[in-house]
Structures are given as C-alpha cells and as structure tokens.
C-alpha cells in the first residue's frame, strides 16, 4: 500500500476504506483498515454528541496519524533486522558451500582414483534426430548428383555439420564429420580429398536407405543372401589386403558384378553393382565408382571394405 492511502486510510478512513477493499492488498490489510474505518465512526458520532465535538476529532485524527507514523517506522526497523539476519544467515551458508566444494576439491586431488572414476562416468551421447538424418540425407544426394565433391559443396556440408554439433558424436556422422575437419584444415580440396568423402557419404546415403527401404527391397536383399551363402561369404568378413589388388585388372567396366561391401563399422551388405570407374588416390587407396541397383544410383566404394566379388554372367568369384 503506498504512504499516501496509508495516511488517508488513517485520517478519513471512512470514505477511503472503500479504495483499500477495491485495491489489490492483502486480507489481513483490507480487515484492519474496515475495523478500524468502523472505530473511527464510532468515534466521531460520540464526539459529535458534545460540544466541543469538532475539537475532539481533529485531536483524534493528529493522534492517531501520530501514532501511526511511530508503529510505522518500527515496523521498518524491525523488518530491516529481520532482512539483515536473513542476510548473514545466507552469506554464512554460501561460506560453509564454498568451503565443503573446496574441501572436496582437496580430498578429490589427494585420491586421484576417485576423480578418475568420476570422470569415467559415462555420458548420454546426442544423436541427430529423423528429420535432421533425413535433411543430411538429402543434402547428401545433392552432392553425389553430379559424381564428384567440389570445394563449395565440402563447405556447404561442413557448415551443416557445425549447425547440429550432435554430428560430431553420432556413430552414423562421426567419421564424416571428422574428415570434413580434417580435409578443409588447410581450405582447399584436392582430388583425393574429394575421393573419400565421396566415398563416405555414400556409405551414410547407403546406411539411410537400408534402414528406410520398403517391401521390396528387403525380398531383394533376401536373394542376395542366398546368393551369398552360394558363395559362402561371410558377413565379418576381413576386408581385402592391399596386397591382393591385383584383381583390379581383371574387372571390366560395364559389367555387372554381385559384390558384398562391409561399412565403417564392419557390418557387410551385399548388392549388384555395374562398373563405371576404377580410381587410386595420392595415399595409395583405391576405390571403384559403380551404379548401385540395390539403391539405383551412383555410389563409390572403397576396394579395402570389398569383402567379396563375383561375376554375374560368368559367375566367376573374383574375391
């Protein structure tokens, strides 16, 4: 309530009593100021029964503002000790706080197996959600439309990947987003660079749709494990030694090949490809460029992943 309708309240407190209940104050305030309103009336109808009635009420009135005003700045002295104690109460407990963090910190240090089990707490890893997977899905293809990575489009994908920092500790964008990091650390894209990031984010595209395929495509893939148990290729696989890449020579480009490829992780897939392309990068690794009929599109795999390889119209097994 402010000073003013507190002193109204005081003096005339029957017409004001009326703004005090109107007023938005608490209940325990609208109550005094109504019995004290009706007091006062009481008051001033016996002063008006004598003869110096006028007198009485004015004495009264200096009285009671009187009166009001020292109960009023008791009131304040008392709630400024109250808040000072509050004060000190907090500010003594924020020392003992700091003083057990510090003391914790100490003991922490003197037992270093402590600390480093607490820093081995495991943490929940932020993944990318569906509909970001998705739009990394598409910018994806965009990229792979025209059959190579340019400087513009590695930026492009680098600057979504630091859009959605989740990127960086995905098991599905991991790697990808650490060579974006590391092949634009000196902000030009050679053709080797280029290469394996071509290559890696067909494995993402590739990851993204066998998650997403339909009906058919999975009968698909159920031949094609038939017709990799025919061949006896085993899923764990190791991959192909650089060493036996001699068989490089004997692919003929056009032709289709049945081929089971193992991802980043290590899990193998199998599709029928047609050759289109047999490349080696500056660092010796070698890669081939194919369209995919599993995903009907262009996809470049590396050799080291190939994990088997046959013939389709000789049915010759070449790895």
Partial sequence: MKLGLKLATVAIPVPTVYLVIKGQHPKWVKAISVIWAILTALMWIGFSQTENGGELVLF??????????????????VKKAISKNKQKDGSAQVDKQSNAIQSSAKTESN???????????????ETLTPRREKALYKLSLQILEDDEVDQEE????????????????DFRTK???RTVEDVLEDKVLDSAEALELFALLSDFCDNVEKRESDKESQDKDKA??????????????????????SFLDNLKLGNEYFMSYAD??????????????????QQDQH?????????????????????????????????
């Fill in 154 to 169: 590695s930026k492009k994908l680098k600057a979504w990947l630091h859009r959605y920092p989740e990127s960086k500790e």
């Fill in 264 to 281: 980043t992780s290590g899990k193998a897939s199998d599709r029928n490809i047609i050759l289109n392309k047999v490349d080696v990068n």
């Fill in 224 to 245: 094609l494990q038939a017709q990799a148990k025919k061949l006896k290729a085993k899923p764990k696989a190791p991959f192909t030694s650089t060493s036996s890449y």
């Fill in 287 to 319: 890669y081939i460029k194919a369209h995919c009929l599993l995903r009907n599109s262009q996809r470049t795999f590396r050799v080291d992943r190939i994990v088997a390889l046959c013939d389709v119209d000789t049915g010759e097994a070449i790895v």
């Fill in 60 to 77: 009264y009135t200096l009285s009671s503002l009187f009166w009001f005003g020292a109960l009023n700045g008791l009131f304040i002295l």
């Fill in 175 to 177: 790697e990808l987003y």
């Fill in 111 to 125: 037992n270093p197996s402590r600390a480093r089990n607490a820093e081995e707490v495991p943490l929940t890893v």
